[in-house]
């Protein structure tokens, strides 16, 4: 702590100087109430901080402006105060660099096993509150999406689920019927061409993220980083948020193969919104027909129909048209 400008005896001293306006050492003493040897050093001191200055040879001590006589100290004081907290930034920088260095084994872990991510991802998944976050690419590593008992446990105590699911995994068998199961339970699901990685992210403050190549999935056992935090959780929330955008809705879909109820005439119903969505992915006909349970002849006629609804001719322009509609 640095001393202060004035001692409280000097200041007591110069307060009553500036309403005598000036003073003997004798006169200063007696009205201060100090022993003549002490005022006569509290005065010597004013005046080598220019505060006083001294007239005659019975020298009276007259009171000077505090602004001139303390404004250079106190400027002094000011930038030495601004370099001091300067060098406290540099240090508390240059500590949390090293930290964070240090500290990393906590924000990345590592686990090992099938079983082993299993658990993690349930527990993960019990301890939501807000949110969770799925990219759900074909052939999953650890968990079948029949086998996550969480997801409609966490739905009914108001955790907000959103799922991207990949091409691939639909075309598989009953897969997009356990899909619509969830989105009937409250899920929010879209489908993209294709994903970078699997992932889950839980009220954004916790992921886990596979670390095997689909390539080495028979190679030992699969891994999985657990993403605490920092940069590297910003990034992977960042890359999810961009591919929801991009990703087609699958909303909850009626019978492809019945009328929809109370569609208008210019409109389309959730199955037919099913059916542009996979279709947007780039699921073939084949592939729709069968996780729909309806004749390739049945998609194709209601695909003729969304293109007449629409004014074109080709796949590629219904599905700009689609999304010029709002009708994903």
Not at 118 to 135: N, S, T, Y
Request: aromatic fraction near 4%.
């Amino acid at each position: 702590m640095q001393d202060p400008l004035l001692e409280p005896v000097e200041e007591n001293a110069y307060r009553m100087l500036v309403g005598l306006a000036g003073a003997r050492v004798e006169q200063l003493a007696e009205v201060a109430g100090l022993a003549p040897g002490v005022a006569g050093d509290v005065l010597l001191r004013l005046e080598a901080k220019g505060l006083v200055v001294r007239q005659g040879k019975d020298p009276v001590f007259r009171p000077q402006p505090p602004d001139v006589a303390l404004g250079t100290a106190l400027l002094r004081r000011q930038e030495s105060l601004e370099g001091d907290r300067q060098l406290v930034a540099a240090l508390n920088e240059e500590f949390r660099a090293v930290a964070r260095r240090r500290d990393a084994d906590h924000v990345v872990e590592v686990v090992i096993g099938a079983g082993a991510l299993r658990e993690r991802l349930r527990d993960l998944q019990q301890g939501a509150r807000e949110e969770i976050l799925w990219f759900c690419r074909a052939n999953p590593l650890a968990m079948q999406g029949t086998d996550n008992t969480e997801e409609r446990d966490a739905l009914a105590r108001g955790v907000r689920y959103r799922a991207i699911y990949e091409r691939a995994l639909l075309e598989g068998p009953g897969e997009l019927d356990s899909v619509r199961e969830g989105i009937s339970w409250g899920e929010e699901a879209r489908v993209a061409p294709a994903l970078p990685v699997r992932l889950a992210i839980v009220d954004r403050r916790i992921a886990i993220c596979p670390l095997t190549h689909d390539r080495e999935r028979e190679l030992g056992q699969p891994s999985a980083a657990i993403i605490g935090g920092g940069q590297l959780l910003d990034a992977l929330i960042d890359l999810f948020e961009g591919h929801w955008e991009r990703a087609s809705p699958l909303p909850v879909s009626g019978l492809l193969d019945e009328p929809d109820a109370d569609v208008p005439r210019d409109g389309i119903g959730d199955a037919e919104r099913l059916l542009l969505s996979l279709v947007v992915a780039g699921l073939p006909d084949k592939s729709i027909a069968s996780q729909l349970g309806v004749s390739r002849r049945t998609v194709q006629r209601r695909l003729d129909r969304l293109m007449s609804l629409a004014g074109v001719d080709t796949r590629t322009a219904l599905a700009y048209q689609a999304a010029r509609r709002g009708w994903l």
